[in-house]
């Protein structure tokens, strides 16, 4: 089985958006079986929080759901049992190499930052981002 992780700042936008809509891509390849999908945050700020309501709204609107996730942070144990952790901006790098004890299976989602929809209110243009860097990542991984 593939584990892959996704992460952000809070585990509550960019990273929760990505868990699903991987999900949701294996799902529809039938691929379920093969994989285990998660996401995490670099920071304690959101720990427990749901999904922000407008990145559940933006899921929603292609018929993702993102029901019962509770952010939290990512730990050590969890870099060291996932075999792929993907982040979303080069300040979610920065953290992750202060945080962990090395950072090999560590890349980026895209070749440039995915924009935090906390800050900039586009949440159509971090899912088409984030949809982009799926769609690659499970032909990569198929």
Not at 5 to 15: A, K, L, P, Q, Y
Not at 33 to 50: L, M, T, Y
Request: proline share 4%; with cysteine.
């Amino acid at each position: 089985m593939m584990k892959l992780m996704f992460v952000c700042h809070g585990n509550i936008c960019r990273s929760p958006m990505a868990e699903f809509i991987m999900k949701d891509l294996v799902a529809k390849a039938g691929l379920s079986h093969r994989f285990q999908i998660a996401s995490a945050a670099v920071s304690r700020e959101e720990i427990g929080n749901p999904v922000y309501p407008p990145a559940r709204r933006e899921l929603q609107k292609h018929g993702i759901t993102c029901e019962g996730h509770a952010a939290h942070q990512i730990t050590q144990k969890e870099y060291d049992s996932y075999d792929y952790i993907y982040y979303m901006d080069s300040s979610n790098a920065r953290w992750l190499n202060r945080m962990l004890k090395e950072t090999s299976k560590c890349y980026p989602l895209l070749s440039h930052d995915v924009a935090d929809p906390w800050y900039t209110g586009d949440f159509g243009e971090t899912w088409n981002d984030i949809l982009e860097g799926c769609t690659r990542i499970l032909e990569e991984l198929k």
